[in-house]
């Protein structure tokens, strides 16, 4: 008896162990691109971003599309934008991962939201798609 409860609670440990290795990875994996942006550092947002990532926001009621090589080849190199974040969320299931966060730019009247979706491929978390809006609620 006391083998098996000592068994389950190995195994409740490890599982936990591993769920904070992987949202420590995962916010990792954001943060290389938020302060990729904040920092103009365009290869550190290259190695969050897969090569064939888009970005997705809506415009005047339509689908806008941005390309990721676009979108990272538009950072200045070495410029400090002075944005803050806040990770909001992160959830992950296996190999696949949702998150959250708020990007605040200097000079804007409101924050932008961040929703991302993340794989870990061959044992790297990156992101493959974002999409982003403007926080209106506050």
Do not use: C
């Not at 490890?14 to 992987?22: D, I, V």
């Not at 995962?26 to 938020?34: E, K």
Request: hydrophobic share 40%.
């Amino acid at each position: 008896m006391k083998k098996s409860l000592l068994l389950l609670i190995g195994l409740f440990l490890s599982a936990s162990l591993q769920a904070q290795t992987e949202k420590k990875l995962i916010t990792d994996t954001i943060n290389d691109y938020i302060e990729g942006t904040s920092y103009g550092n365009q290869e550190q947002v290259r190695k969050a971003f897969h090569p064939d990532l888009n970005l997705y926001s809506i415009r005047n009621g339509k689908l806008n599309v941005w390309f990721g090589k676009d979108y990272i080849n538009g950072i200045t190199e070495g410029k400090n934008t002075g944005r803050k974040r806040k990770i909001l969320s992160i959830d992950y299931e296996n190999d696949v991962a949702v998150a959250k966060a708020e990007i605040i730019i200097p000079n804007r009247n409101a924050p932008f939201i961040d929703y991302f979706i993340l794989a870990k491929i061959e044992g790297k978390w990156t992101i493959i798609h974002k999409a982003y809006t403007v926080n209106t609620k506050e």
